[in-house]
């Protein structure tokens, strides 16, 4: 089980847009049997909390700026609109069958 | 409200066994797998394991497979992680999470604050 590949760092100013991917495997990301996917926002010092899920799916209360998407092995979370509240952290999830789970190395984003 | 919340962790030294609880609330216990997850000190996010809402299936990472344990007591809204031969690479704060389904398979909606192991000699 390896890591999936994130950038180290992505940044942007308020208003535009940033996409951070995510790059995995045909046995995790890339499987034609499950889309499981999901992105987690995490601040300093605090727990993280999904944004995204099932690839594209946004949880109640999570801004529609963030938006999720998937294209072969690779998965990519989309925030439009940067705010300065969106500096964080963002790691994504997957599936990796036998009931596991891997997660991405994480990403500082800086607005 | 729903919430989840840690105990169990401290310092142990290598070798030594741990038990790790996590207690739910604020929603019905046994329509939500669940999940561990850790974060070594400065590092990411590292799954460990993962249980289905009736504790009959889990899954564990290569790291900790053979030496953790993941099962619930849905009477006690309880869920735990049972850690046996701790090593020094096991320090991190341990969180747990309730999974969107039944399953432990997708996404997390929310998470304990987490409590932290340090293994040390």
């Known amino acids: 089980q390896s890591a999936l590949t994130q950038p180290r760092s992505v940044s942007g100013s308020p208003g535009q847009s940033v996409t951070i991917s995510c790059t995995g495997t045909s046995n995790d990301i890339g499987s034609y049997d499950y889309n499981y996917v999901s992105w987690y926002q995490q601040y300093p010092g605090k727990a993280p909390k999904v944004m995204i899920y099932d690839v594209s799916n946004r949880p109640s209360g999570v801004s529609n700026r963030f938006s999720g998407s998937k294209s072969g092995n690779t998965a990519s979370l989309t925030i439009s609109g940067l705010q300065a509240e969106d500096e964080a952290d963002y790691y994504c999830c997957s599936y990796a069958g036998n009931y596991t789970q891997l997660f991405g190395g994480g990403t500082k984003l800086t607005v | 409200e729903v919430q989840l919340v840690e105990s169990g962790g401290g310092e142990v030294r290598p070798g030594e066994s741990l038990r790790l609880s996590c207690t739910a609330s604020?929603?019905?216990?046994?329509?939500?797998?669940m999940t561990w997850v850790r974060q070594a000190p400065g590092k990411g996010l590292e799954w460990v394991s993962g249980?289905?809402?009736?504790?009959?299936?889990?899954g564990h990472s290569d790291s900790v497979k053979g030496r953790f344990t993941i099962s619930r007591d849905n009477a006690r809204n309880s869920l735990f992680l049972q850690m046996n031969s701790l090593r020094v690479d096991d320090t991190a704060i341990y969180y747990c999470?309730?999974?969107?389904?039944?399953?432990?398979?997708?996404?997390?909606?929310?998470w304990g604050q987490g409590t932290l192991v340090t293994v040390s000699s």
């Open positions: 999470a309730r999974a969107i389904t039944v399953t432990a398979v997708v996404g997390f909606d929310y």
């Open positions: 249980v289905n809402w009736n504790g009959r299936t889990t």
């Open positions: 604020g929603f019905t216990f046994d329509a939500h797998g």
